[in-house]
């Protein structure tokens, strides 16, 4: 257990909602399709005039007024999303620079495990502030997923959508009950290939005259990914629990990634959890990413669904095939 706390956290959805009707009507697909195949009835989509890091300091100004702090109490920035801004340098510092965060006062790095990203950062945070190393840690998912999306590919074209969250990581006083109990992490990578974009790196570099628009566009193969995902999910949390000492029903939320209706339709049937459980933004903001968690951690404090003093699981798996779950204090 790690005496640390989630001092503050905030979020940013742009402002342009896309309905159902306006994709039905651009990609050609029956009506009312899309909310029977993913549960989700409209997204946000980033305009001209916002991007990863623009949100992502929007969601961190937000944090820090609910933290009660200020930008330069921050010593730490991570950036946990899945796909950088630019190649180089780090998200992180773009974001240090757009909060006018004074140079020099906070190190700056980035975490990318996809849409685990934000759980991997979390823990590696909570680790660092009870060693000491840093005193007030910043994470921030951001996520601009619109611009990547396959029109050929209707089922992960109308999933997802855009928006940031952030969470200001610091130590737990004397007499608060909030802490960081237990992360666990699984990657099974024979689902690697399930999941993916191949454009953008060094295999297929973007100045490689071989690299075609399509190899930079997401590519995701939804059946295949539930069937491993449900496969190996209900054993994970057994271990998971196992090694916790939560027991599923000590606990006040359970939030996880919004992945599709389906896959969180399997915690409450097949893995132990009542609906009450479960707090849900899919149907209003489509799978964000790695700023899906957050996101609606994030949500749900504000909404008083989550007060200070719960158990809090989040939940979810991310490309690679990787699972992950944590279990904390709020």
């Keep these: 257990m790690l005496r640390v706390k989630m001092a503050g956290l905030g ?14 009507k651009r990609l050609g697909i029956p009506a009312g399709w899309i909310e029977r195949a993913t549960g989700v009835m409209e997204r946000r989509y980033v305009s001209a005039c916002e991007s990863a890091v623009s949100m992502g300091a929007a969601a961190a100004y ?12 921050i010593d730490a920035i991570i950036g946990a999303s899945s796909a950088p801004h630019q190649a180089i340098p780090c998200t992180a510092a773009l974001l240090q620079r757009e909060l006018g965060a004074p140079e020099g006062a906070s190190a700056c790095f980035d975490i990318n495990a996809t849409c685990l990203s934000f759980l991997f950062a979390l823990q590696t945070a909570a680790h660092l502030v009870t060693a000491n190393v840093y005193r007030s840690v910043l994470i921030c998912s951001t996520e601009v997923a619109s611009r990547s999306l396959n029109p050929r590919e209707r089922e992960s074209a109308v999933l997802f959508g855009d928006g940031a969250a952030a969470a200001i990581i610091t130590a737990s006083q004397a007499g608060e009950e909030s802490a960081f109990y237990h992360a666990f992490f699984e990657t099974h990578s024979s689902g690697a290939d399930l999941t993916e974009i191949t454009g953008g790196g060094t295999h297929h570099h973007p100045n490689d005259p071989g690299t075609t628009p399509e190899m930079n566009m997401f590519h995701m193969q939804g059946p295949a990914i539930f069937r491993q995902a449900a496969l190996l999910m209900e054993p994970f949390l057994d271990r998971f ?39 849900l933004n899919l149907a209003l903001r489509g799978n964000c990413v790695s700023a899906s968690i957050p996101l609606a951690l994030a949500e749900a404090v504000y909404d008083g669904r989550i007060r200070r003093g719960d158990r809090i699981l989040l939940v979810g798996t991310g490309a690679g095939l990787t699972l992950g779950a944590a279990a904390l204090i709020f």
Aim: aromatic share 10%; net charge negative; glycine share 4%.
């Design 241 to 279: 629990f196992a090694a916790s000492g939560w027991e599923r029903r000590q606990i006040d939320a359970v939030i996880p990634h919004q992945a599709s209706r389906h896959a969180i339709e399997q915690l409450s049937r097949r893995f132990g959890f009542s609906s009450d459980q479960l707090i």
């Design 11 to 24: 979020w940013y959805l742009p402002e342009r909602r896309v309905t159902n009707v306006e994709l039905e």
């Design 62 to 73: 937000m944090a820090l007024r609910h933290a009660g702090l200020e930008v330069n109490d």
